[in-house]
């Protein structure tokens, strides 16, 4: 047996089993001691985040008071770190050859039905200047994982493609990047290229089970994809997201190990992960989701969701089209920071719309609205859809983000920076009816922004985004 230790960088270590199984069982012997939940909920008031211990017992604990308290946390964390503000962006699909055997995965090696793609730069170009048109200005690449079709080479190639494409008053101004666990160097090639945050969800932490759902290919190795953040650390890329894909194993295990992950991280590197994803199992191609006995209910679902923003108050937390409008609108005020909008999981799918026979997505998605109604109705929820990507741009990244964050100041860059990416949106790509909307939410929330010389210069950049210029940022 493995000794837990989160300071090791060895997967068996920082993410332990047996720590894991006494979390649980601690859990629920203690599920229904109020008292302990209600001391823990006093304790996260500190907005310092709680130990996967406590977080575990707060999800094992059904007292509608204490329920009722975890939701109120949750929604007023995300107020302090995020207000209203819902960052955007939306996947690309480079290449769906893969190698592995995921056998929750449409891409696995073994599918004949599902049509291959790979895009070419071309084909790139033409994805991203829809996704311009669109208004998007951060991508999340998506790739299978396959050393011939889809080298490093390749991925590195077509991010500088994705970066130098002027179109309009379009640009990518921020290409995170979910690509399989790879080595050192190619973490520090991927760097080098200027992404923003590398994103690998570990799809399920417990090994055993692990082992069964990638049979076949590099992915199988346990060690050497839950490790693979460390190695992106290793390789100076400080900002990376986490995820687990829930439906794979019981919610209860993967939602102690996903924090004992971010617990990981804070430990070694000092700095916890940038974001964590939350992605539920779809149905897809030639998967069927009845075959998969884990799936998570949406009560437990969106309780799971407000715990780990009460968890880990200052990472990022992201929701895909994988969820239905209904269900993101609840997860908004939940903790999620960031959303996709008018995605396509089909490689090429922004160009070409495809026919059911010619499938070449990686799932079925939930939420179908194109990307201004997704804007309008955030608009309509009082959240500020915000195209922003400064952070990074800035040098704003790992622990200087977190440390910026934690003390507050962001607010005097975020809010201004949400607000003037917004105006550019409704100015180059807004329906008449979201540009009303975005028009009257950028004048009342700029009176928000805490610092009077912040207020003025957004106020001059708003201006200055009417008569024509772009890309401002704070
Ligand atoms: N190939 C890369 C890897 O090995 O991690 C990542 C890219 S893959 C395109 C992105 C993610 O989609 C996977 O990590 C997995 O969690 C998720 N995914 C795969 N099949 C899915 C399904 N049927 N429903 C929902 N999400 C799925």
Known sequence: MNMYNPKSTI?????????IRSTMQYARENSGNVALADSILDKARDFKGITHR????????????????IYALANEIKHRFYGNRIVMFAPLY??????????YCPYHAKNKNIRRKKLTQDEIRAEVVALQDMGHKRLAIEAGEHPLMNPIEYILESINTIYNIKHKNGAIRRVNVNI????VENYRRLRDAGIGTYILFQETYNKENYEALHPTGPKKDYAWHTE???RAMQGGIDDV?????????????DFVGLLMHA?????????????????????ADDIDTDNFENAVPDDIFFKIVAIIRIAVPYTGMIISTRESAKSRERLLELGISQISGGSRTSVGGYVTEETPDENSA???IADHRTLDEVVAWLLDLNHIPSFCTACYREGRTGDRFMTLLKNGQISNCCLPNALITLKEYIRDYASPATREKGEAMIKRMLADIPNERARAKAAEYLDRIDNGERDFRF
């Open 241 to 253: 997201g986490i995820g687990v894909l829930f439906g794979l194993e019981t919610y209860r295990y």
């Open 228 to 230: 693979a953040m460390d």
């Open 263 to 283: 617990e990981h991280l804070e430990a070694t590197y000092g700095v916890g992960p940038h974001t964590i994803s939350v992605p539920r199992l779809c149905k």
């Open 94 to 103: 480079l290449s769906n050859y893969c190698v592995n055997g995921c056998v």
């Open 180 to 183: 399989a666990a790879t080595t």
């Open 54 to 69: 406590e977080a575990a017992l707060l999800l094992e604990c059904n007292d509608p008071g204490i329920v009722q308290r």
């Open 11 to 19: 997967a068996t270590e920082f993410i332990s089993d047996s720590e």
């Open 362 to 364: 990686q799932f079925d």
